[in-house]
C-alpha cells in the first residue's frame, strides 16, 4: 500500500512538473476563451451584414408588405423604369432589385414578379421574399373565399401546446433537450477525460520501457502496483489540470463576457433603432422571463445528488475500464507510432456512445437503443449518465436498469483490468517487435 | 544454511518456448556466483524467476532456507541487463524514489545516498537530471541504487557493459567490497575475463539446461586434460620433435634461433609426467614446464560444443 503511493505521488509529480502539462494548463482556457470570443465575434460580423433590396413596385399591391428588419432593408424606387432601376441598384451595389409591375389581377402581379441580383441570391432572403408573397396570396384567395382579413388573422394564429407532467407541474417545451445536455455534457466530459488521460498513461508506460528503467522498478513493487499508481497518479493530475481549467476558464470567460456585453448592447441598439423595431423586441423580455421560471424549477428538479453520485461511480470505473486497457496497449509497444492499430478499437465505443447517445437519448431517452447502450459496460458510463438527469424510477431510468448497468461496469472493470494487467505484466518486458493481436492473445496464458 | 540460494527443479514456459527446464542450483552465502550461458539460454529468466518478476509453472526456490516470498524483494538488489532511469527525473529524486520502493525510509535512504554519492565522488550531481549525464555516469547512479538498500543477494546482469575501464575497475572494487562484506552476490555475464576475476563458483546454462556448475577451481581441475607447455634449449629442434613426434603429441612448435631455444605444446596421455620429462631432460635442457589450465572461456566453449555435439548425434 505504501509502495502504491509512492508511485502515485510520483506518477502525479512527474506529470504536472512536465513543461508540456504546465503551457497546457494554461494555455487551454485561454484558447478556449479566445475560441469563443472569436465564433461570438464572427457571429456578430455575420448578423451585421445587412442587405438593401430596392423594391420596384409598379402594382397597387404590397405596398405595406415588405418591412425592413434588422439583416434586410427595403428601399422603395418609384417612377422609374425597370431599366434605370437596375442601373441605379447596380451603381449604388446594393443586394438585389425586386420587381413587381402593375396587372389588375394579384395572381399575375405575382406570377410576373422578378427578382434580379449580381450573383444568385441567398436563399435565406429568397425565402423571405417568397414567403411574404404567399402569405399575401393566401390572404386573398381567402378573401375570394369570402374569409375577412380579421378571420385571415385568426387562422394564422401561431399554436403552441401546453406541456405538463402527471404531477401537473408545468413544464418547459426544451426541458428535455435542457436534461439531455446536462446529461451529455456529463458524459462527453467522461470521454473527454478518458481519451486525454488514457494517453497520458498509455505514454508514461512507453517511456518506462524505452528509457528501460521498468525492470528495474518490478523488481521492487508487483507490476500491477505499478499499473495501477501509474492510472492513479495521472487521474490526479488530470483532475488537477480540469480543476483549474475550469476555474481559470469561468473567471476568463466572465471577464471577456462582460467586456463583450458592452460591445454587443451598444451593436444590438443601434441596429434595433435602424430597423424600428424597439416595439416587437420590448415584448421579448417578459416572454423570455416566464419561460426562464420554468427552465430554472426544470434545472433545479434534476436529481443533482443522484446524478453526481452516478457521475463519481461511472466516472471511476469508466476510466479505470479505459485507462488500464491504454496501459496494456502502452506496454505492448516500442514506441507510439506502433499504438494506432490498438487505439482505434478503444475509441470506437467511446464515440459509439457519445453519438448515439446524442442521437438516440435525445430522441427517447427510455428507448431501446438508450437502454441497450446505457447496460453495455463500454459505452454505459456516457449513455447512461445522459439519462439520469430524467431522474431514477418513475418518469426516469428504471431502477433494475441503472442496478444492471452498474453491475455489469463492475464485472467488466474486474475482468478488463485483470486481463490488461496480464498483457501489461508481459508487455513491459519485451522489446523489438511490434506485437498482434494473436500475440497479445498468447501473453494472457504466459 | 550455508546457501543463500536454492533451486530445485525450476521450469518455466512461454506459450511454446520453454525457457528454464529442471533447473536446480545451490548458491553459497558470501561468494560471487559466475551465472554463464549463450544469449537465450534462460539467465534473465531465471533471474527474473529469482527476483519475482516472473514466477516458476514448477519447481522450488528457497531464499535463505525460506520459500521465496514477496517481503524477500527488500533484501535483494537487481540491476538488470536492460537497465535505465526516468530521463527527466533528477538524479537525487530518482535515487531516493527506487530507494523507498525497496522499503528504506526517505531518511534513511537520504543518509546512504549522501555517503555513495561522496564515496563515488558524484555529490554534485544530486540536482541535474539523468538526460544531462553520459551514459556511464547514469549507470554509476545506477549501481548505487541496486546497492543502497544493502541487499542479502546481489543480482548484477552485465554489470560491466557500458563503463569505460576506469570506472569498471572502480565498479569491480565496490563488488569485491561488497562481499568482504558479506553480500553474496549473482554474476551473470559473456565477458569470461571477469569471470575468472571474481567468482568462485559458477554454472552453465544451455538451451535451457544447467549443463555444468560447482567450484571454479573444481571444473578447471576437471577440465585438465594433460597438456603442458614446454620450452627447451636444443641446437637441432628437428631431431628432437622427430623423437618426440612419435610418442606424444606436439602442437604450435617454435623455435628461437638465435637463443636456441624451442617452444611447444605437448598433449600427454595420462597424468604421469614422468616419462617425458627423463626423456627429454637426457636429450636438452629443460627452461619450461608448465600445466596450461583450461579458462573459463575454454570451459564455456568445450562444454557447449559437446552438449551440441550430443545433441545431433
Redesign the interface.
Known amino acids: 500500500m505504501n509502495?502504491l503511493l509512492?508511485?502515485i505521488k510520483?506518477e502525479y509529480l512527474?506529470k504536472v512538473r512536465?513543461k508540456s502539462f504546465v503551457v497546457m494548463t494554461f494555455l487551454t482556457p485561454i484558447l478556449m476563451v479566445g475560441m469563443f470570443l472569436l465564433v461570438a465575434y464572427l457571429a456578430n460580423m455575420n448578423d451585421n451584414d445587412k442587405r438593401t433590396i430596392v423594391v420596384l413596385n409598379e402594382s397597387h399591391y404590397f405596398s405595406t408588405d415588405f418591412l425592413s428588419t434588422e439583416n434586410t432593408s427595403y428601399v422603395n424606387f418609384k417612377d422609374l423604369s425597370l431599366q434605370q432601376a437596375k442601373d441605379s441598384v447596380m451603381s449604388l451595389e446594393y443586394y438585389g432589385l425586386l420587381h413587381i409591375p402593375n396587372h389588375e389581377d394579384l395572381e399575375k402581379v405575382a406570377s410576373t414578379a422578378s427578382f434580379y441580383t449580381t450573383d444568385s441570391p441567398n436563399a435565406g432572403v429568397l425565402n423571405t421574399i417568397e414567403s411574404i408573397f404567399e402569405s399575401r396570396l393566401r390572404a386573398h384567395r381567402l378573401l375570394n373565399m369570402e374569409l375577412s382579413a380579421e378571420d385571415f388573422s385568426i387562422l394564422e394564429q401561431p399554436f403552441e401546446v401546453h406541456t405538463a407532467n402527471f404531477i401537473g407541474e408545468e413544464n418547459v417545451k426544451g426541458a428535455n433537450i435542457m436534461k439531455a445536455f446536462i446529461g451529455g455534457g456529463f458524459g462527453y466530459l467522461i470521454m473527454m477525460f478518458i481519451i486525454i488521460y488514457g494517453g497520458f498513461v498509455m505514454r508514461s508506460v512507453i517511456?518506462?520501457k524505452t528509457?528501460?528503467?521498468i525492470?528495474?522498478?518490478?523488481?521492487?513493487?508487483?507490476?500491477f502496483q505499478l499499473m495501477m499508481g501509474k492510472i492513479i497518479g495521472t487521474s490526479f493530475a488530470g483532475i488537477t489540470q480540469f480543476i483549474i481549467w475550469v476555474i481559470s476558464a469561468s473567471i476568463l470567460l466572465t471577464v471577456a463576457v462582460f467586456v463583450f456585453n458592452i460591445d454587443v448592447a451598444s451593436l444590438g441598439v443601434t441596429s434595433k433603432v435602424a430597423s424600428g423595431s424597439i416595439k416587437e423586441m420590448s415584448s421579448l423580455p417578459v416572454a423570455m422571463d416566464e419561460n426562464m421560471i420554468l427552465y430554472i424549477k426544470e434545472f433545479v428538479n434534476i436529481p443533482w445528488a443522484s446524478l453526481i453520485v452516478f457521475f463519481i461511480v461511472y466516472f471511476i470505473l469508466g476510466y479505470l475500464i479505459y485507462s488500464s486497457i491504454y496501459a496494456a496497449i502502452g506496454a505492448a509497444v516500442d514506441n507510439e507510432t506502433d499504438t494506432q492499430q490498438f487505439i482505434f478499437p478503444v475509441i470506437l465505443p467511446l464515440m459509439l456512445a457519445v453519438y448515439v447517445g446524442f442521437f438516440s437519448v435525445f430522441e427517447n431517452p427510455h428507448g431501446p437503443v438508450a437502454v441497450g447502450f446505457s447496460l453495455f459496460p463500454l459505452t454505459s458510463p456516457i449513455v447512461m449518465l445522459m439519462r439520469l438527469p430524467n431522474g431514477i424510477g418513475e418518469g426516469g431510468v428504471p431502477l433494475w436498469q441503472l442496478v444492471t448497468s452498474v453491475f455489469f461496469l463492475i464485472v467488466a472493470f474486474i475482468g478488463i483490468v485483470w486481463l490488461a494487467a496480464k498483457i501489461y505484466r508481459v508487455g513491459i518486458?519485451m522489446?523489438g517487435k511490434k506485437p498482434t493481436y494473436k500475440e497479445l492473445f498468447?501473453w494472457l496464458?504466459? | 544454511m550455508n546457501n543463500i540460494l536454492e533451486a530445485k527443479g525450476v521450469s518455466k514456459q512461454?506459450?511454446d518456448h520453454v525457457a528454464l527446464k529442471k533447473v536446480s542450483l545451490h548458491i553459497p552465502k558470501n561468494s560471487i556466483y559466475g551465472l554463464l550461458g549463450p544469449n537465450g539460454a534462460g539467465k534473465t529468466t531465471l533471474i527474473?524467476i529469482i527476483?519475482?518478476?516472473?514466477y516458476p509453472d514448477s519447481g522450488e526456490v528457497l531464499f535463505d532456507g525460506e520459500p521465496l516470498q514477496?517481503s524477500h524483494?527488500a533484501t535483494?538488489g537487481?540491476?538488470?541487463e536492460?537497465?535505465?532511469?526516468?530521463?527527466?527525473?533528477k538524479v537525487g529524486e530518482q535515487a531516493l524514489?527506487?530507494a523507498?520502493?525497496?522499503g528504506l525510509s526517505k531518511s534513511e535512504a537520504k543518509k546512504r545516498l549522501k555517503f555513495w554519492f561522496d564515496k563515488l565522488e558524484i555529490g554534485d550531481w544530486w540536482g541535474k537530471k539523468i538526460q544531462e549525464l553520459s551514459k556511464g555516469m547514469a549507470q554509476k547512479i545506477?549501481f548505487i541504487?541496486t546497492v543502497l538498500h544493502e541487499p542479502k543477494l546481489l543480482i548484477f546482469d552485465e554489470p560491466f557493459s557500458g563503463f569505460d575501464p576506469i570506472n569498471a575497475n572502480i565498479i569491480k572494487e565496490e563488488i569485491l567490497e561488497l562481499k568482504e562484506k558479506g553480500t553474496s552476490i549473482i554474476f551473470s555475464t559473456h565477458r569470461m575475463e571477469s569471470v575468472e576475476e571474481l567468482c568462485e563458483y559458477i554454472a552453465l546454462i544451455h538451451q535451457s539446461e544447467k549443463i555444468l556448475d560447482g567450484k571454479l577451481s573444481d571444473i578447471k581441475k576437471a577440465y585438465k586434460n594433460n597438456i603442458f607447455n614446454v620450452g627447451l634449449e636444443v641446437d637441432n629442434p628437428e631431431l628432437i620433435l622427430q623423437d618426440l613426434r612419435e610418442k606424444f603429441t606436439i602442437k604450435t612448435p617454435d623455435f628461437c634461433n638465435t637463443e636456441k631455444h624451442l617452444d611447444f605444446v605437448v598433449q600427454l596421455p595420462t597424468k604421469e609426467t614422468g616419462d617425458f620429462l627423463n626423456y627429454v631432460s637426457s636429450k636438452s635442457n629443460v627452461t619450461q614446464f608448465v600445466e596450461t589450465i583450461p579458462s573459463a572461456n575454454d570451459i564455456f566453449i568445450r562444454t557447449i560444443e559437446e552438449k551440441n555435439r550430443r545433441n545431433n548425434e
Open positions: 509502495k509512492l508511485i510520483r512527474a512536465n517511456e518506462e528509457s528501460r528503467i525492470e528495474v522498478i518490478i523488481s521492487s513493487v508487483k507490476p518486458l522489446y498468447k496464458r504466459y | 512461454f506459450g527474473r527476483n519475482q518478476i516472473t514477496p524483494v535483494i537487481y540491476l538488470p536492460e537497465r535505465g532511469l526516468y530521463k527527466s527525473m524514489y527506487l523507498q520502493l525497496k545506477q541504487v
